[in-house]
């Protein structure tokens, strides 16, 4: 069955340091995977996709992901963080067949230190 | 281009009463999903529905849940005799026709049940 993991529920950055969430997915075939972030009482805004091709995807506010299939993980990353970044990120996966279900991650909730 | 509208944001029901909870998809999107978010916990699937068909739900509770998305008006959740375990905040995505799974799933801000 498909699933991901995100092994860091929490974790604080100084502002202006670099970034990188840890995603691993379990999937069968080439995985359609996507990065959403999740501010306080709000929904769901993609930051970045991948499907195919580059495995290096750039996305919104300055993220970017490298799909390593070798390793089978997706990781985001940051190379300097905002104190607007603080959030929870959420990694998933495409749940592909009839369905286009996602799989998500229990989420990594980021703090930003001044 | 309107986003995804839930509605209501905030829902509060005693145990034994009935939730609706009412989600329009982005203009020209025919998919709809459904997801819950219990506290501390990632977003879980519970159904997709295209127009006046139901795809997939295997993500729903087998009893007191159901979910339609009729020919015109919004797509509807509704939970019967609800208990303190269905507080949570349920998402509705919506997605382009072409039911394809790299298609972006857009989501709506939310409805947060709590059940007192």
């Known amino acids: 069955a498909q699933s991901v993991t995100q092994p860091d529920i929490h974790i604080t950055v100084s502002e202006g340091a670099s970034l990188e969430l840890r995603c691993n997915y379990s999937?069968?075939?080439?995985?359609?995977l996507f990065w959403y972030v999740q501010s306080p009482g709000q929904g769901l805004q993609l930051l970045l996709k991948?499907?195919?091709?580059?495995?290096l995807v750039q996305g919104i506010k300055g993220f970017e992901a490298e799909f390593k299939r070798s390793q089978s993980s997706f990781n985001l990353r940051k190379p300097s963080v905002h104190w607007s970044d603080a959030a929870e990120y959420f990694c998933?996966?495409?749940?592909?067949?009839?369905?286009?279900?996602?799989?998500f991650g229990t989420g990594t909730l980021l703090a930003v230190q001044p | 281009n309107a986003g995804v509208m839930q509605n209501p944001r905030h829902l509060v029901r005693r145990r034994g009463q009935e939730a609706r909870l009412r989600c329009s998809p982005m203009?020209?999107?025919?998919?709809v999903y459904w997801y819950r978010q219990l506290p501390e916990e990632g977003l879980k699937f519970m159904v997709y529905?295209?127009?006046?068909?139901?795809?997939?739900e295997s993500g729903m509770p087998k009893e007191r849940f159901s979910a339609e998305f009729p020919k015109e008006g919004p797509s509807i959740l509704r939970i019967q005799q609800v208990v303190r375990g269905d507080s949570a905040a349920y998402f509705c995505?919506?997605?382009?026709?072409?039911?394809?799974?790299?298609?972006?799933?857009?989501f709506g801000p939310g409805t947060r049940l709590t059940v007192l």
């Open positions: 999937y069968g075939a080439t995985p359609y």
């Open positions: 529905l295209q127009k006046e068909n139901i795809i997939d």
């Open positions: 991948y499907f195919s091709g580059d495995t």
């Open positions: 998933a996966v495409g749940g592909g067949g009839a369905t286009n279900k996602l799989i």
């Open positions: 203009k020209g999107h025919s998919h």
């Open positions: 995505a919506s997605s382009p026709p072409s039911a394809r799974a790299y298609n972006e799933q857009f």
